[in-house]
């Protein structure tokens, strides 16, 4: 269990990267993915909420597959 809010987000943080590099999200999906892991009983104390798109692309440009899989739908089919 992670010791800190700190430490949860930074473990959610690497588990939603390794599970966006798997495929490509929609919206729907991106947030649906952030939720499974919130909700999880490890992480659910610290209440952390679900972020947009555009609030992750910045983070995740280092890692290649995962920013192309959260920023290529929305590049095609902008809100």
């Given amino acids: 269990m992670p010791a800190t ?9 690497q588990l ?5 590099k798997k495929e ?3 919206e ?8 499974k892991w919130y ?3 490890a992480i659910r ?3 952390l909420q679900p972020r947009e798109a555009d609030e992750w692309i910045p983070q995740l440009f280092p890692q290649a597959e995962a920013f192309w899989h959260i920023a290529a739908p929305f590049d095609l089919n902008p809100s």
């Fill in 5 to 13: 809010p700190a430490d949860a987000k930074s473990w959610t943080q």
């Fill in 16 to 20: 939603l990267i390794e599970d966006w």
């Fill in 24 to 26: 490509y999200q929609r």
């Fill in 28 to 35: 729907n999906d991106l947030l649906d993915s952030q939720r």
């Fill in 39 to 41: 909700e999880h009983p």
């Fill in 45 to 47: 104390p610290y209440a």
